[in-house]
Structures are given as structure tokens and as C-alpha cells.
């Protein structure tokens, strides 16, 4: 009897190890797309194990992501210029932005085609901005709090939106 209460205790060990192991072997799986406004990193093609969003993202040309899509604390990823798939939910975390979908020049027509489509939920807890425009969102949409204040002044991913050159 002692002998199998041993043999268990080991085994319940090795158990213990395997899965302690797996646990950050699984999370580093996911992509991670980081860069800045200068050098932005680049979504392009088909990711199947999710994104996380580390600093300025854009979307390069046709993505597909499988799985969750994490914009993370102070992050952005803009997909405004190629079809966005991401079939799983999309979280917009504290001061994240997303701009999603064909963005218009004034007066100009948007550019035909281009589809932001989310097959789970796009949820968003204080971001500094979410933007969606020609969207398919299938699942729920659910903003809680965020923005940037009371003042109409550019702050974040948005001062290189809409700089001094750009509203001349």
C-alpha cells in the first residue's frame, strides 16, 4: 500500500510538471505583432493560434486570424486597407485602439470591398478609440468606458491620424 501511495504521489508530480510546462508553452504560440507609427509591425496572411497586439499593428494585406485577437494596454492595430478576418472574439484592452474596415479620404468614396469581419465578439474595456466602419461583427459589441477625455485635442495613436498636416 505504501509502495502505490508513492507511485501515485510521483505520479501526481510528473502530472503536475507536464502541465505547469504546457501552460506557458501554449500562451507563447500566439502571435505577436508589435512595432511603432515609424515602423509599424505588418498582420498578413493566415495566423492560427490568435494575435496579440503589442504597440502599432497594421494590417498589410488579407488576414485571417484564428482565435482571439488582444489589443493590449496602449496598443493599435489598424486594418483599414486589406479584408480582416478574425474568427474568434477581438479585445480592445485599456488605452487600445482599433480602427477597422475601409476608411474614406474626404471626399472620396471608400474603397470597395475591404470587409473588417469579427466572427465572435468585439468587446473593449476604456479604450482610448474604437472605429468601425463597413464591419461585420457577428457576435456581441460591448464598449465599456474609455476615449480620451473632454477635450477635442488628439492624444495617442491619434495624434498621427489627425496631425497639424493632416486637418490643414
Excluded: W
Excluded at 504521489?9 to 502530472?15: K, S, T, Y
Amino acid at each position: 500500500m505504501r509502495r502505490l501511495s508513492i507511485a501515485l504521489a510521483a505520479l501526481g508530480v510528473v502530472a503536475s510538471l507536464v502541465l505547469v510546462g504546457a501552460g506557458p508553452a501554449s500562451a507563447s504560440s500566439r502571435f505577436v505583432c508589435s512595432g511603432d507609427p515609424a515602423n509599424p509591425g505588418v498582420l498578413a496572411g493566415t495566423y492560427p493560434t490568435g494575435v496579440d497586439v503589442r504597440g502599432f499593428c497594421v494590417v498589410g494585406g488579407p488576414t485571417t486570424v484564428d482565435g482571439k485577437v488582444v489589443v493590449t494596454k496602449g496598443s493599435a492595430l489598424v486594418a483599414t486597407d486589406a479584408d480582416f478576418t478574425a474568427n474568434g472574439n477581438v479585445q480592445v484592452r485599456s488605452g487600445g485602439t482599433l480602427v477597422g474596415g475601409p476608411v474614406e479620404e474626404e471626399g472620396a468614396e471608400p474603397a470597395p470591398g475591404i470587409l473588417f469581419h469579427v466572427t465572435g465578439n468585439l468587446d473593449s474595456t476604456h479604450p482610448l478609440g474604437v472605429v468601425i466602419h463597413e464591419a461585420a461583427i457577428d457576435g456581441n459589441v460591448t464598449e465599456t468606458g474609455g476615449g480620451g477625455g473632454f477635450t477635442c485635442d488628439p492624444i495617442g495613436i491619434f495624434v498621427v491620424f489627425f496631425n497639424d498636416a493632416s486637418t490643414a
